[in-house]
């Protein structure tokens, strides 16, 4: 098999799924729990919020854990608008936002709430300019992501952190769902108030994720009950998920350091054989994140593609798993301004550190193929 799918979720490491077994056998006490063995559950827990913090540079009480990127997305944009709406009702957030931030302030608006999309350039990338201009007195939170899920571009965060220190009563907040692990993001005096993680983007199970919440940032909590997470997140802790995020994030800081210039050569390798291939446009911008190629195939059903492929055991996607059963065009090739036989005809791949040069060229052979065999059956 040749999985190519991987911003829609990453295969598990086996020593992750074997950390998780090991912690729900030994240690399944609830944390809250008074007894000795409670007591136990909860040191470990204490345990893995420390080594995450070390991982990101930040401090322990700045860790939330959460069930992944929309849980975590959603924690931070509706927390900061329920708590700060008494002093504005603005939000900032661009046009090629991930559903989970997109989505949320769609709902927002039925609120009252007042959204500004900030457009994006044909790279997908926002003009630090117009977010200058888009700030007002109301404005509480600019939300950004940092890698765009389907296209790869890298946002200006540094610079947007700066525009955003300049502003002590707004808000910044991250989607680094697609950026942990390939594109650095330093969170110590960065202007970022709120980031999302996940971790089954990075090797580790479905149902983790990490919030990290700056100290003196007010959030409404979404979840009422045992106060668990800084009261930010009630519920029992998924304690043996949490273990094997905190690994996950371990295990991918080191890849990260260690392999990356691998997955850049292997995603150039990608770039030049889409660029000489008939019948493909590249929709990726030049100098976007190492693991996801996006391009065209005009006048071609993605299905037909990702069909043709699959039966060989190649698998790719069209856009973002949370929206790749919509039939419509995609929204973030829409807001690079791409035409519509363009964005319709879209597909993706997406690389791990597991992917190989050859993994690619069996991917490149078969793709011409399924390509050639559409246009013989269409002629």
């Known amino acids: ?63 939330v854990f959460t069930s992944g990127g929309t849980e975590g997305n959603n924690i931070a944009i509706k927390g900061i608008a329920l708590e700060h709406q008494g002093r504005g009702k603005h939000i900032i957030t661009s046009e090629v936002e991930h559903p989970s931030v997109y989505d949320t302030c769609r709902s927002l608006e039925s609120l009252g709430f007042e959204i500004t999309y900030l457009p994006v350039d044909q790279n997908g990338v926002i ?19 940092h890698v765009n899920n389907e296209l790869g571009s890298i946002q200006p965060i540094e610079e947007i952190g700066k525009v955003a220190k300049q502003h002590p009563k707004l808000f910044f907040h991250v989607d680094d769902v697609q950026g942990l692990g390939k594109i650095p ?26 919030l990290f919440i700056k100290k003196r940032t007010s959030l409404f909590p979404l979840f009422h009950g045992g106060n668990q997470e800084q009261a930010i997140r009630s519920g029992t802790e998924n304690l043996a998920g949490t273990v094997t995020m905190v690994k996950a994030l371990r295990l991918i800081k080191e890849q990260e350091k260690h392999n990356v210039h691998k997955m850049y050569e292997i995603q150039k390798y990608l770039r030049d054989a889409l660029l000489n291939m008939a019948g493909v446009i590249v929709n990726t911008p ?28 190649i698998y790719i996607s069209t856009k973002s798993a949370c929206s790749s059963k919509q ?23 997406s690389l791990s550190y597991d992917t190989t040069k050859e993994d690619i060229e069996l991917f490149i052979e078969a793709l011409q193929k399924a390509i050639t065999q559409f246009k013989e059956v269409m002629e």
């Open 1 to 63: 098999m040749i999985y190519l799918d991987n911003s829609a979720t990453t295969k598990p490491h086996p020593s992750i799924l074997k950390s998780f077994e090991q912690v729900s056998t030994r240690f399944f006490a609830n944390p809250s729990s008074i007894h000795q063995f409670g007591g136990e559950a909860e040191k470990l827990l204490i345990r893995a919020k420390k080594q995450a913090a070390d991982l990101l540079q930040v401090n322990r009480e700045e860790i």
């Open 127 to 145: 003009s630090i300019e117009d977010l200058h201009a888009a700030i007002r007195k109301d404005t509480i939170l600019i939300s950004i992501m």
């Open 185 to 210: 993001l330093d969170l110590r005096d960065s202007g970022i108030d709120l980031c999302t993680f996940s971790g089954h983007k990075i090797h580790g199970l479905k149902g983790t994720g990490i």
């Open 286 to 313: 030049a100098h976007a994140a190492p693991h996801i190629m996006n391009f065209s195939v005009p006048n071609v059903k993605p299905e037909v593609i990702i069909h043709i492929l699959g039966e060989q055991d």
């Open 327 to 349: 039939t419509n065009e995609s929204r973030i090739l829409a807001g690079c301004g791409f035409n519509s036989v363009r964005s319709v005809s879209a597909l993706r791949v």
